[in-house]
């Protein structure tokens, strides 16, 4: 399962904390990348796990200082779609 989590802290954050936070995130089991982004929310993870995304949240949810944890999942139906043009490309150069 590929998708993605946001998350929004509890109260604010000095630049330090956030960068902590950050490579603690990216330790955790399934986390590929994890960006700092402006908006409604902190945080959006890239997560590519063979449990369930929701699996993966619920170890944020645990966490006291997020305020919301939100999964995105990937849609697959386009993976095929995603491939073969790959493929059209690939054929392109020859």
């Known amino acids: 399962m590929r998708g993605y989590i946001l998350l929004k802290l509890k109260g604010n954050h000095t630049q330090d904390e956030i960068w902590d936070l950050i490579q603690s995130i990216e330790e955790i ?7 700092h982004i ?9 997560v ?11 170890s ?5 200082i997020f305020d919301q944890v939100i999964t995105l999942k990937e849609n697959n139906i386009f993976k095929k ?3 073969l ?3 059209t ?6």
């Open 60 to 64: 944020f949810r645990k966490q006291s």
């Open 89 to 94: 490309l690939l054929e392109k150069l020859r």
């Open 29 to 35: 089991k399934d986390i590929e990348y994890v960006s």
């Open 48 to 58: 590519d796990t063979h449990s369930t995304l929701d699996a993966v949240a619920e």
């Open 81 to 83: 779609h995603r491939e």
């Open 38 to 46: 402006i908006g409604l929310y902190d945080f959006i993870a890239t």
């Open 85 to 87: 043009k790959g493929l």
